[in-house]
């Protein structure tokens, strides 16, 4: 089955500046590939997505990366804010007999301070 | 809030006993899932079902059992042959759309505990 690992699982950044949580997966069918922010208490939610066929995708201070050959995918978060503090999971997910099989990281535990 | 609901927030279970948590979409939406959330473990898959009447075991199913009667609802019950029950559990749905895979909605979560 598929395995994603992902690390740190705890980074502490100052505000301002950059943070990146890496992953990588071992299932090259694998083809969609998702993070979540999941905030303490709360349901994780989408914040960024990547498809199989693109190799970067950006949003405002959000940027995902993917490489398919070495199968890995990053988050690169830019200008972190203390809203940004949360837990982030990134997940691959493949087509396994009609449905979407979805295997998520451990989660890396983001710290912004001010 | 994605309209996807779970209950109860919190569940209280004694040892031996058969729990059942409720989980609710009407996002039209044909894939469900559930999840199991513990300290350092990430999200780990439970059961997921495509379709009315038909669902498939995911990673960790052993003392967990599930159903699909209708499309808006996929109830979880946690047995008493789940050796280590107290955790996070997550409900989440999505659809498809021309055969591409997309976000998962998640629910607000119940936390259960085996005093």
């Known amino acids: 089955g598929e395995n994603v690992e992902q690390h740190p699982s705890t980074l502490s950044v100052q505000e301002g500046d950059s943070a990146v949580i890496k992953c990588t997966y071992s299932?090259?069918?694998?083809?969609?590939f998702p993070w979540y922010k999941q905030e303490l208490g709360k349901r994780p939610q989408l914040i960024i997505d990547i498809r199989s066929n693109v190799g970067e995708k950006k949003d405002q201070r959000i940027a995902v990366t993917l490489n398919k050959t070495a199968k890995h995918f990053s988050l690169h978060i830019t200008e972190t804010q203390p809203e940004d503090s949360a837990v982030y999971f990134c997940?691959?997910?493949?087509?396994?007999?009609?449905?979407?099989?979805?295997?998520f990281g451990i989660g890396t535990k983001l710290q912004v301070i001010p | 809030d994605g309209g996807i609901t779970q209950s109860p927030k919190y569940l209280f279970r004694k040892e031996g006993q058969n729990v059942t948590l409720s989980c609710e979409q009407n996002?039209?939406?044909?894939?469900m899932y559930w999840y199991r959330q513990d300290p350092g473990q990430g999200l780990r898959l439970i059961y997921y079902?495509?379709?009315?009447?038909?669902?498939q075991k995911g990673d960790i199913a052993e003392g967990y059992s599930v159903s699909r009667e209708k499309k808006e609802s996929f109830p979880l019950t946690v047995t008493s042959a789940q050796k280590n029950p107290t955790a996070f559990y997550l409900c989440?749905?999505?659809?498809?759309?021309?055969?591409?895979?997309?976000?998962?909605?998640f629910g607000p979560g119940t936390r259960l505990t085996v005093l």
């Open positions: 996002l039209n939406h044909d894939a």
């Open positions: 079902s495509q379709i009315v009447n038909d669902f």
């Open positions: 989440a749905s999505s659809n498809h759309r021309g055969g591409a895979y997309n976000e998962q909605f």
């Open positions: 997940a691959a997910s493949r087509n396994s007999g009609g449905y979407q099989k979805v295997t």
């Open positions: 299932d090259s069918a694998s083809n969609y």
